[in-house]
């Protein structure tokens, strides 16, 4: 592990002043486990969430620098709505670890409500800039990611389907100060 | 005979070796001014070519002064940039300051800000990109790829820190300190392909920085020779001849160590799903003992006629040092513990280290007109370098200029100019270099006084 900090800042030292620029395909880490999928089901005239958790592995040696933007800069999941009229909203937190992902102060990215009904797939866009007071999360060698989809039905029929991620690239962006 | 040592002064500067050497820099503006040329009999003559002990060192050749004071003005710049009293703030030398620049700290180690640096080399600043996936981690340094050696990169020199003897006759008799180092790195395929091609980190792959280092100091007892063994033209009153110098030493080597073998690292599968396995299993030596023992020898020969003068000269030929009582260990790294582990192979066996053979060669022609060219290929030990450059002097005044080829095999160049007044004179010369960690040359400005 030493051997790897030690390559990696040779590396970044190269940048000089410049910045060094982590592009985290976290999809990768989830595609093909089951968790780039979250089934949801809602009952009438409720709210209910559900939610994947992931662990992501960084680089590490690049805990004292300072992130100067995290964006999401392509996400993309489809809502395969297999039933019932409703809502569904995505959210991103972001934590150290597991557990953290579930507390308020995580929530890195909200994704406004997207209308489903009946048995059709809405492709929706995840893309915006995460919550700047969780940057420096990502200067740790792990970092944890919990996608939840949160849903509303105000009718009387229950809402069924899934959320199926497609693809989730986080651009970090760190300033100098890397040693 | 002029014809055919001009023919020689050109064979001597097309056909030598072109690999990197030390000795391009001076405190000597003239010398900066010529590209690295040195026109007197002193320095690196002496010290790569014996002949040249018995070559009297002419105050008047190319208007050489008794010696000379080089004008700092870098290092002045430098300390008004960074007050001593502020270094421990001071962003440059300061890791934890969001300016500090590794870069400019190395720049600042292979560019001492001796002189004033007219255009300093700039860093790379572009942004670096690492791509990071379950199984992939690309790492894309953008320009500054260029930086990434293709081959063996390193420092080393082989230096002689003393010198002292006394003979009569052209006989010498004394005791040499030597010392020599030489540190080499090697990227292999996999990592080269990483930092430089951008390609990805692969899954169950080893990444390698191949280290071979040694270093040796000790002393040696010397017999030497060297003396004028053909006159010239000119008679005794000229130093015109061939001029023949040798030695002899018996190398008594005080202590050794050599290091030889991978640093890295082996990925898992995937590339981000499992820490990779640091790998470290080097091969040490150390002398147990002093006095590892051999023979070897200089020898030299320089011809002057007239306004005509070259040179050849290799130092420690032959000079293999057998150390009778060594310690071979293996040292590695461990990952439980995080620690490094260090086994005994054998002890108390018989090794062998060379010095390497370091040279010079040199030409000088001195017109009568004031003209002055001269040119040397001189290598300290870790390489060649190549130097042509040619004075003009006109009555007080003196226009200089001159190239090299430094240890990156690149092309610099040299100007400047002097006056004299009398006993005093001021030179200035400017300098291209690329003794930094950029692909642009800098150009340095060099100040200093000569007392005549």
């Not at chain 2, 499992?274 to 150390?286: E, G, K």
Request: glycine share 14%; charged share 15%; proline share 6%.
């Amino acid at each position: 592990m030493k051997a790897l900090r030690v390559s990696l800042l040779v590396a970044v030292a190269a940048c000089g002043e410049g910045r060094a620029i982590f592009n985290i395909d976290a999809y990768s880490f989830m595609a093909g486990t089951g968790k780039d999928t979250i089934p949801y089901l809602i009952p009438p005239a409720t709210t209910a969430s559900a939610s994947q958790v992931q662990k992501i592995n960084l680089p590490p040696g690049f805990g004292s620098s300072v992130v100067d933007t995290v964006r999401i800069t392509n996400g993309r999941a489809n809502l395969v709505n297999t039933g019932g009229t409703g809502f569904i909203g995505l959210q991103l937190y972001v934590a150290a670890d597991s557990l953290g992902t579930y507390n308020a102060g995580a929530l890195a990215l909200n994704i406004p409500e997207t209308g489903v009904t009946g048995s059709q797939t809405v492709p929706v866009t995840i893309t915006g800039d995460l919550s700047a007071g969780l940057n420096s999360v990502f200067t740790k060698p792990t970092v944890w990611l919990r996608l939840a989809a949160t849903g509303r039905n105000p009718n009387a029929t229950p809402v069924t389907g899934r959320m199926i991620l497609t693809a989730l690239m986080i651009r970090v962006v760190v300033k100098d100060k890397i040693f | 005979m002029r014809t055919g040592v001009v023919a020689l002064t050109l064979a001597v500067l097309v056909l030598a070796p072109l690999r990197p050497a030390r000795a391009q820099f001076s405190f000597d503006a003239r010398r900066i001014g010529m590209g690295g040329v040195s026109l007197s009999r002193d320095g690196n003559l002496r010290r790569y070519n014996p002949a040249y002990r018995a070559v009297k060192n002419r105050a008047d050749a190319g208007g050489a002064p008794k010696f000379t004071i080089p004008v700092p003005l870098g290092l002045i710049k430098f300390l008004q940039d960074h007050p001593v009293n502020q270094l421990s703030t001071d962003p440059m030398f300061n890791p934890d300051s969001a300016k500090f620049n590794p870069i400019e700290v190395m720049n600042l180690i292979f560019n001492p800000p001796i002189f004033y640096e007219v255009r300093k080399a700039p860093a790379p600043t572009n942004d670096v990109e690492f791509t990071i996936g379950k199984n992939a981690f690309v790492v894309d340094l953008g320009a500054a790829q260029v930086l990434i050696p293709e081959q063996e990169f390193g420092l080393g020199t082989s230096s002689r820190l003393l010198d002292i003897g006394s003979g009569f006759g052209g006989f010498r008799v004394g005791v040499m300190g030597f010392l020599q180092y030489d540190v080499g790195l090697t990227l292999d395929d996999s990592l080269r392909r990483v930092l430089k091609d951008a390609d990805s980190v692969r899954a169950n792959t080893t990444y390698r920085v191949l280290g071979d280092g040694v270093a040796q100091a000790g002393f040696a007892p010397t017999v030497g020779y060297a003396g004028r063994v053909l006159r010239g033209a000119g008679g005794d009153e000229s130093d015109d001849g061939v001029y023949l110098g040798g030695a002899l030493h018996y190398y008594m080597g005080g202590t050794y160590a050599r290091a030889t073998g991978p640093g890295g690292f082996t990925t898992g599968n995937p590339v981000f799903g499992t820490t990779p396995v640091a790998l470290l299993d080097d091969t040490l030596y150390t002398s147990n003992k002093p006095f590892g023992k051999g023979l070897g020898g200089d020898v030299g020969i320089v011809f002057v006629s007239g306004p005509f003068e070259v040179g050849m000269g290799a130092n420690d030929i032959g000079a293999e040092l057998t150390w009778s009582d060594t310690k071979v260990q293996r040292i590695r790294y461990v990952a439980v513990g995080d620690s490094l582990a260090k086994t005994l192979l054998t002890n108390h066996v018989q090794s062998k280290t060379k010095l390497p053979i370091t040279y010079i060669a040199n030409a000088a022609l001195r017109m009568g007109t004031g003209t002055t060219v001269g040119g040397d290929v001189v290598n300290s030990g870790r390489g060649t370098v190549i130097h042509v450059g040619v004075e003009q002097r006109t009555g007080p005044f003196a226009v200089r200029g001159g190239v090299s080829r430094d240890q990156r095999k690149k092309m610099q160049f040299g100007w400047g100019g002097g006056v004299r007044l009398g006993p005093i004179g001021l030179d200035v010369g400017f300098w291209t270099h690329s003794n930094s960690f950029s692909p642009k040359r800098g150009i340095t400005m060099a100040t200093s006084i000569s007392v005549y």
